[in-house]
């Protein structure tokens, strides 16, 4: 049996920053650019060119749900945006010390 259960894996933060689609209730957002209203399945920003390898949530998601967008976007890596932003504001708080 498969499903999907979250693992832990140390990443380039801005390279997830770079190519990172956050998807919402509503509809999803490119993290680079803050362009709004794009389709969860976007592959590529319309309106700075970032090609999405890395998908975020900003609501809770179904096994289902991800297992849909893994058959459409079998390259996309699923990643938790809390633990993103956590790891973001570290880094954010290690540049101001280092200031
Ligand atoms: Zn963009």
Request: net charge positive; glycine share 6%; charged share 30%.
């Amino acid at each position: 049996m498969k499903d999907f259960i979250r693992s832990w894996k140390e990443m380039d933060l801005a390279q997830v920053e770079k190519s990172l689609i956050v998807v919402g209730d509503l509809s999803a957002e490119c993290f680079a650019c803050h362009h709004i209203g794009l389709e969860k399945n976007t592959i590529t920003c319309p309106n700075c060119g970032t090609h999405f390898k890395y998908m975020g949530f900003r609501r809770r998601v179904t096994s289902a749900f991800l297992r849909r967008m893994a058959q459409e976007l079998p390259y996309l890596i699923f990643v938790d945006f809390d633990d993103f932003k956590a790891a973001g504001g570290k880094s954010d708080a290690r540049k101001l010390l280092d200031l």
